[in-house]
């Protein structure tokens, strides 16, 4: 662009220096333009650095969201259409109204006097009082009206109608509770609960990888053994339906389903009822994978599936009981079209190839109106009918592990997680590519401390503007089937309500952009169907993430996470720094001491993140200046827990020769936390010390794949975990 100045060209500062963008930048037009379609021209890191983005980000991010900027003429075509669309647009496509809190709609009316009538989630119209109509002024061909809404309205999905002289429009109500209650069993004292990666977790019926059975036996020992009143576990979100899989649960193929690898295939009713034939051969298939049960090395979840799969076919084929079938075709319906997208997408990918292979054109040839999808769900029912079978019984096994959870003691029960986004090749995007800005963007964030490069997550992000256009379904979808089989929700990467760092194709991590989203719309959805079900929502908001986010989650009741490894005094970034005494975490928060990002504590003391990034060439700086922060990091943790009476002083002299108290120190420092819930790792509560994911990593390292071993390396039955000493220990500190 003409108008561009290279010495601006990726400019950083610091924000002491230069906290906010130029009066002559923002009178820029590109900037104005990008501004205007909600992408953040400039940010603040995580080390309070100012940065502002480069023009070729602007406009290629300008680009995923179908604005041209691509010459000075397509910047000045664009704002023009930007200013007539905003000039006579007649209502928002989406309203948020959190009930207690003022809610004034602007109206742009051609005429006067619009009508406005109210259809409630139900279909019913709303004949009371809703909202009061005043005339502001005219400007130019419209006038302008303002629609003040009241608390009269229910909490619940509705329907605005507004009619002026020449258009009739309807836009979503998203009515509300301004914030989630917080359940009476968690206001009546501080809750507990682990954190655990459910594939790790295995027993003798597994099939080589844990499932949701182990699940189940996991969710009621905790309660009944350790008194923990949650668990947390990895996402469960729907992967591909063949091998070879994708071992990240944070990259599935749908996060409106779920995860049918992590069946067990002997909990089915069905099973019960197989001939002696298919009995034996079931058995056999679990027998070749189920001697991976006690090994320690990486998980084979390709084999483990394989096997799996084959037996699953042949539970299918058996007859169901008329209450069974019933049932299944009850979730059918229920589940709707996106049960069949889900399920035709997984057809064409068993018939026609992975999507991702080499000279395999289907996902870019097909969209849910060609023939041939018609002709491939006529021709392959079996298989179609197999998908959606698939997700009724990973459904009825999610929901017998939450129910044990419960019946067990547990105050809240499974904590689900909610991944980021979806795989560019999944079954949303394919069924439904307008949901997403496809092909020129992937979603990531910027460099910060512990992730020196950035990451970059792969997956294509949401288009705020359609998801404005259709009231947020497809997050309302989302949000309500996670909660159908969960006490709670963990939002990782909670930022992601607010802004998402999308990353043009071949700039790296570094070289992204923010776009805005409505929050508000994201955080109605889930006060909505959390308070619902008496549920509750932890944001994950970590790393390059403004105040005013957890500010505002805090607001609407929606929980924070903090992280003892990350707690530093007034938020320093930096390593060595002071960290900050537990009594100061926030209430509203999940706390605890690590993440799933992190090693095991006890390998995180002994620098297994310093080696395994050095390892796999991820610093940015040379290993001695990274181990040195970590070296100061480790040395300001020990002296917080002498300080606080957590650990004596002989320990922390001698950390190799300790670390089971010194992990154990730092448990009974986050009990001194007001926090209303707090989390700890069963990874922490063997002993096991290998990382379970590197960030910045695909096969580089095995990640996701780790079985749960204890400090000599030994592999932990489902069974047994709860009758660990080690594991026993810590639930008595957490218990305190």
């Known amino acids: 662009m003409a108008e561009a100045n290279a010495a601006q060209q990726g400019n950083a500062l610091k924000a002491s220096d230069n906290p906010r963008e130029s009066a002559e930048r923002l009178a820029r037009p590109l900037i104005r333009l990008a501004n205007a379609w909600g992408i953040s021209t400039s940010y603040i890191d995580q080390l309070g650095t100012y940065v502002e983005i480069r ?88 006038n302008v009206y303002t629609l003040s809404l009241n608390d009269d309205i229910p909490a619940g999905y509705h329907t605005l109608t507004f009619t002026d002289r020449k258009r009739t429009i309807s836009c979503a109500l998203l009515c509300a509770p301004a914030r989630i209650p917080v359940p009476q069993a968690v206001q009546d004292q501080q809750r507990w609960g682990w954190m655990a990666q459910m594939y790790s977790v295995r027993s003798a019926g597994s099939w080589g990888v844990g499932d949701y059975g182990d699940l189940r036996m996991l969710a009621s020992d905790a309660a009944a053994k350790s008194g ?47 001939g002696e034939r298919d009995l034996a051969t079931v058995r056999d298939l679990h027998d070749r994978v189920a001697v991976n049960n006690t090994n320690p090395d990486p998980i084979d979840i390709n084999a483990a599936w394989d096997a799996k799969r084959t037996a699953l076919e042949i539970i ?91 019946d067990s003691g547990m105050a809240l029960g499974l904590m689900q997680d909610m991944a980021v986004g979806v795989h560019t090749y999944g079954s949303d995007v394919w069924w439904s590519p307008e949901r997403f800005a496809v092909g020129t963007v992937t979603v990531g964030c910027p460099p910060d401390f512990y992730n020196q490069q950035g990451q970059d997550w792969g997956q294509p992000p949401f288009d705020p503007n359609y998801m404005e256009s259709t009231g947020y379904t497809v997050y309302r979808d989302m949000v309500h089937n996670m909660f159908a089989h969960a006490g709670a929700i963990r939002i990782d990467h909670v930022l992601g309500l607010f802004r998402l760092w999308w990353i043009p194709a071949g700039e790296g991590p570094r070289g992204g952009a923010y776009v805005r989203y409505n929050y508000e719309a994201m955080l109605a959805v889930l006060t909505l169907e959390a308070s619902r079900v008496n549920g509750m929502v932890i944001g994950e908001d970590l790393g390059t993430v403004p105040k005013y986010v957890s500010k505002v989650l805090a607001g609407h009741g929606v929980l924070g996470t903090v992280v003892e490894w990350f707690a530093r005094v007034d938020d320093s970034p930096t390593a060595g720094d002071p960290y900050a005494m537990p009594s100061t975490y926030r209430k509203y928060a999940l706390a605890s001491v690590t993440t799933h990002d992190l090693p095991p504590t006890a390998g995180y003391l002994q620098y297994e993140h310093v080696k395994l990034r050095e390892q796999l060439h991820l610093l940015s700086e040379p290993v001695d200046a990274f181990m040195s922060s970590a070296q100061a990091e480790q040395r300001a943790m020990l002296d917080l827990l002498v300080e606080g009476g957590w650990l004596n002083a002989e320990a922390a002299q001698d950390v190799p020769g300790h670390i089971e108290e010194i992990v154990e120190a730092m448990h009974a420092m986050l009990k001194d936390a007001p926090s209303l819930l707090l989390q700890a790792a069963l990874v922490d509560g063997v002993g096991e010390t290998r990382t379970q994911n590197q960030p910045g990593t695909s096969d580089q390292y095995p990640n996701w794949r780790i079985p749960l071993c204890d400090e000599h390396g030994k592999v932990v039955p489902t069974d047994e975990v709860f009758d660990s000493p080690r594991v026993m220990a810590l639930s008595k500190i957490m218990n305190r």
Not at 236 to 260: D, G, K, Q, W
Not at 325 to 342: I, P, Q, S, V, W
Not at 351 to 373: H, K, L
């Open 55 to 142: 023009d070729e980000v602007l406009v290629t991010v300008l680009q995923a969201l179908g604005v041209d900027a691509s010459t000075d003429e397509a910047i000045t075509t664009a704002l023009e259409d930007r200013r007539k669309y905003e000039h006579e647009l007649l209502a928002p496509p989406t309203i948020v109204k959190f009930l207690g809190t003022p809610k004034s709609v602007q109206l742009h009316v051609f005429g006067t006097d619009p009508r406005v009538t109210l259809i409630l989630e139900d279909g019913s119209e709303f004949t009371g009082e809703f909202g009061e109509l005043a005339f502001q002024a005219e400007s130019d061909d419209v």
């Open 228 to 274: 923990a009143d949650f668990m947390l576990i990895n996402p469960i979100h729907a992967s591909a339906p063949i091998t070879p899989l994708e071992p990240s649960p944070y990259l599935p193929e749908s996060r409106r389903f779920l995860n049918v690898t992590y069946i067990r295939p002997q909990d089915i009713p069905e099973f019960e009822e197989l």
């Open 316 to 406: 299918f084929r058996q007859k169901r009981s008329a209450e069974r079938e019933a049932a299944f075709a009850e979730f059918r319906r229920a589940a709707g079209d996106d049960l069949r997208a889900f399920a035709l997408w997984c057809v064409a990918f068993e018939v026609w190839g992975a999507p991702w292979e080499e000279g395999v054109d289907w996902f870019s040839t097909t969209n849910r109106d060609s023939p041939e999808i018609a002709q491939l769900e006529q021709d392959h029912a079996d298989l179609y009918e197999f998908a959606c079978w698939l997700q009724w019984i990973a459904a009825e096994q999610v929901s017998a592990a939450q129910q044990a959870a419960k």
